[in-house]
């Protein structure tokens, strides 16, 4: 079995090291390139790369993202003295070795697949960035042997140093991980933001490494993705969780599963609410890249991708909610807050209302006829980012009041000002709710640069009070009575479901932003530097390109429940326990 | 098991069906790759206008800022006054000519930022030909103004002699195209059918002159192409700073009366 689980990877590794020598500059950059593409059957090129290169994404994002809190879990376990958190980590990271198996064989396929269905751009990437190849390939070697000593080594060294020197093995697992897609992103990012003095005219032997591989949207996507895929890791831990919660036999495994599921859930929502602002970051730098390339990301043909989003993003608020809804029916003492619950309802779906009406859009002429201008009439006043910035901080504010109530459901506070701080609390929310819509109002009576500053005024408040309600909140449930342990495993199956939904939703969230980032270069494979002159060269529409992300999510899962499966079969996981425990 | 299975595949299925489903039925658009454009010494002025268009509304990504007026100088319609593009063009720089003022503010746009605009356009020669350049060039000036460009001046640029301010003064500068009082061939110079349809042709941004004369009286019909905000036509409202207010100067009293007269005649 370990053998089984092995051996993708070193073929995987394998494949990329024979790729980098076949085309390396003494090898096929030398010889003479007699065809710019190649062709694939039935679905095109441009089709099976996308396929290749987003499922690979997907397996790549999953074992980036699930050892960063796998990590933090072993913490949470060592140094809070709670095993349930260590034996989550050590299911965590199982979920991981066949995950990587799977990441390496999508990142071979994806190579053979360039190499030959696009081979002209594939010596111009490998003439600039080879020595970041061979670093990379010896990252990934160094990377999956790590992997394995974490895993392997879970319980021989499972007390003490050698605990500590575990635990040091899984931030070099992330230490390495990181700097692999870092590399990674300096290529495709390249392809995006070429540095200003790279032409067409330009040999790839005359340009200068270091400033093709720290171009202007490198860090930006660094950090995007790096936040993106802790999102994406609770996701579908939160899913498999939900499956094994669905199938499990025995009460101890639905408490197990049940837990399990609220954490990645936890995880993914609350790493969720940080990521527009690495967004807002990594447009920014697009438009200070290239304003026409953020243009066309935000106003032209893609402007309606942004409707998507935020119907995509609604789903995900209203799914994350209703998880913690439902969950409270599990929670002593919760029912006293389910009223208010309705009304929360009504403000997520009054933000995913305002969210997703649309802005500036290329309409034809009969279109801004009938909508009597460029806006419309009515719902042009919403589609501004006045509203749609007040709208989202709106929602994360309902999203972070409905997990304090989850928190503090089952609590009884002891401490003699536990009153007079939930009142702090509520007025911090009605200020910064107040702050949020004053600036939203304003921000029509003044000009686009000034509106622009306004946005940063209402995310500080709102993360301000997070941490402030959330401090108060830690320091209020210090030493309270319990109202009745959490009955982990009571939970509806319909929960559950909402589970896979916020699970399918981020992994076709992943699949169009990557579609938005790849599509802004139009008919350019580097950007004003190598134009794209194959029969695909012009950006599909959104309706191709769901078709196709639709495929990539579906290839995924599938991938997903077969390796689970298979890896279910060999071994059981150790329980945590918190059905008997009463964990919280 | 296989209960639970079917209905896990169900929801990933569904779920997947309502996104792409939305995102199919929402409008269609994808990128243009720019044709390649290939001109002869003697192209016409007519086949660089069209090429021009063509880009303009496509591949070039220029309607994308300059077609609303928000984000850029509105190139389709009156700017803030100062009529259409064909017309103002000449006078936006002392002593450069519409066609060298065009080019170069293709070539060196944050040179030539109109105030009131932030610096957000490229160099458009880095994706863009020389024949396509001057085929925008050719489309813009169209629009309100006579068109100049030549293939002179493609071949010129093409070997390197001539670029920007250095483009050859043209003979025409602002105002009237033409000193012909033939309606139809006024209108076609002012592109009066950019925003209005007749016998089929051009858009209904602005009311249609079929059967205008029915509708409306002379008088009328004069003091909205002299004075367009006076009176707008019942459901054009928020449609009437797309009309120039520049026609009182740019056409002479003969012309205004010939589009007027043509204008009630067609009832």
Known sequence: MNGARRWPVCLGGIGLVTLLTLVSPDGLLAQEISRSYGDFPLIGSRAAVWIAAQVHLLFAAFVLGVPMFAVVAEAIGIFGKDRKYDKLAKEFTRLLLVAYSATAIWGAVLSFLLVTLYPRLWVYLTQIFAPSMWVYAGLFFLESFTLYLYYYGWDRWAEGRAKMMHWGLGIMLNVFGTIVMFIANSWLTFMMSPPADVTPDTSPDMVQFWSAFANATWMPINIHRMIANVVFGGAIVGAYAAYRFLTAETDEERAHYDWMGYVGNLIAIGALIVLPFAGYYLGREIYEFSPGMGQTLMGGFMSWLWIIQAFLIGVLFLAGNYYLWVGMGRIPGAERFTPYTKYMLVVLVAGVIVWATPHTMIASRAEIAAMGGTYHPFLGVLGVMSAKNTAVNIMILTTFLSFLLYRRANKEPVVEWAKTGTMIQGVLFVVCAGIVIFYGIYGYFVTAIVRIGFSVYQVLAVIATIFSVLAIDIAIGRGAKSRGAIRWGQMPERSQYALFILAVTFTWLMGLMGYARSGIRQHWHVWEVVRDTSEFAATPALGYASQIISVCVLIFFGLVAFIFWVGGLAEKPVLSGVGSEGGD | ?267
């Open chain 2, 1 to 267: 098991m296989w209960q639970t299975n079917l209905k896990v595949l169900a929801v990933v299925l569904g779920t997947l069906a309502v996104f792409t489903i939305v995102s199919s039925s929402i409008p269609q658009l994808q990128s243009v790759v720019p044709e390649d454009l290939s001109f002869s010494g003697d192209v016409t002025a007519e086949v660089l206008v069209a090429a021009g268009q063509t880009l303009f509304e496509g591949a070039g990504g220029c309607a994308d800022c300059h077609g609303s007026g928000t984000r850029a100088p509105n190139l389709l319609a009156d700017e803030a006054g100062t009529g259409l593009i064909g017309v103002r063009c000449a006078s936006r720089v002392a002593g450069q000519d519409c066609k060298a003022y065009l080019y170069a503010s293709l070539v060196d746009p944050n040179a030539y930022l109109v105030e009131g605009y932030v610096p957000i356009m490229a160099d458009m020669s880095r994706t863009l030909s020389s024949e396509q350049l001057w085929a925008l060039v050719a489309y813009l000036q169209s629009l309100g103004g006579e068109v100049t460009v030549t293939g002179a001046d493609i071949e010129s640029e093409g070997s390197g002699e001539s670029t920007g301010a250095a483009v050859p003064a043209s003979a025409a500068a602002a105002g009237p195209t033409s000193t012909s009082t033939d309606p139809v061939e006024i209108m076609t110079a002012n592109a009066c059918l950019a925003c209005h349809i007749m016998d089929g042709a051009g858009a209904p941004i602005g009311p249609s002159f079929d059967g205008i004369g029915g509708r409306l009286s002379a008088d009328y019909i004069r003091e909205s192409i002299l004075d367009p905000r006076a009176g707008a036509s019942e459901g054009f409202g928020a449609l009437i700073q797309l009309m120039p207010a520049t026609f009182g100067e740019q056409l002479s009293a003969a012309q205004l009366e010939a589009i007027v007269q043509f204008l009630t005649d067609r009832r």
